[in-house]
């Protein structure tokens, strides 16, 4: 196992968040490789690290002024076992090939233990869309499916949003692949309602992290009613985050973006949401400007220079990070154990360093880890697929439903693979093992290819 972790840490030194996540992994299945000695004689740990397939390009295009631009595109075919490759597109300036790597990485468990037949793979670029105009939003979204539209398709590839990645850009990738293809398909999910989107897909993501944590609670005889929860972000899955706490009786009293984060003691409620809904995905404004019209609430600037980020020192009984990764070290961990947390939910693609992630198991705290809590919003995206495939809709309240289904499911099979392995209660040990030994199965059972 060292000897593996060491090989792709030299391999490939500068990819950081990759060897993060294989780390993870590769740890809590050790007592599964044990088990299964064939496991190792058909260097399942070895072939699962390493890309099917990573495609690189260049994306030109040209800014309102006439200046031309280049960006990174990246997509990562990490692993197609059990379906297509299936994962969302990052369009951010911190995107590098190691995050890229990271977050397919994660996907192919995530989506094993969807119970859908979806591979893992994952995309983006280093491009901010923060600040552009919708014109040059549509160049470079253009430019970018230019290329890629010759990797996916309906069977082989379907991407989808991720930070960065909405209905506008979408919107955008679609309409290039369709001219491209001359092919009208479901290979984007995401999509809009009225050219092949399903509903309860924007919401996906977050609802499906309150009712992953609701399963954790009522595991120990509690319930979200009452509960004072600190949330972080303000996009997509933030925002349903914290629509679907409040729906089931709880309060929520944080969001944040990568300026600084708001805290509003009387609690963000429905209309305050719907607010910050139309200040980041309608006005694309900035969270400070919450504090404008609700001039009770707090806005706290962010500061480089602290080694800890003061949201996550607010009193609360659940935190639900909803930004990006590592955005909890161990110093936010102890802090919000200090402030009474019970249970931390990651709506965000590995929000706790390793050692956070230790702080909280150490201290009790009820930790669910985003490859099981965060995948509703790709379940859902399976769902598109399927509704697709049949061109038909189904109603909101029948995804919703499959939806809640889901994240029931996966919360059981946590529960029963930790068990399994000896590690009662320890969502991420049995996430880990029970999204690895579906994959690695199925990888056995198609040769070695
Ligand atoms: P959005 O782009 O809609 O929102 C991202 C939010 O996080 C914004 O508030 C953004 O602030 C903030 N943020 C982004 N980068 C940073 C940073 N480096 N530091 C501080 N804040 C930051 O993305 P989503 O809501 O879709 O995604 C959020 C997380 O959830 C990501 O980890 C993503 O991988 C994960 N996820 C998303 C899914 C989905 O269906 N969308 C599915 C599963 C996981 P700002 O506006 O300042 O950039």
Redesign the pocket.
Known sequence: MEDIIARIEQRDPEQKEFHQAVHEVLETVRPVLDRNPEYRQQAVLERITEPERVIMFRVPWMDDQGQVHVNRGFRVEMNSAIGPYKG?L?F?P?VTLSIIKF?AFEQVFKNSLTTLHMGGGKGGSDFNP?GRTDGEVMRFCQSFMAELFRHIGPDTDVP???????AREIGYLFGMYKKLRNEFTGVLT?KSLAWGGSLIRPE??GYGVVYFASEMLARRGESMEGKTCLV???????QHTVEKILQLGGRVVTL????GYIYDEAGIDQDKLEYVKQL?NVRRG??REYCDVHVDADYVE?DPALDYNPLWAHKADCAFP????N?INERDAANLVKGGVRLVCE???M?CTPEAVDILLESGVLYGP?KAA??G??AVSGLEMAQNSMRLSWPAEEVDSRLKQIMKSIHHTCVDAAAAYGSEGNYMVGANIAGFVKVVNAMLDQGLI
Do not use: Q, W, Y
């Open positions: 969302g990052r951010h911190s977050l923060k989808a949003g991720d930070i960065g990645v909405g995401g996906a993501t972080s972000g303000s996009g997509n899955v933030a944040s973006d990568s300026s980041k900035r969270i962010a909803c930004a990006t990764e955005e709506g965000a693609n929000p985003g965060n995948a919003g790709v």
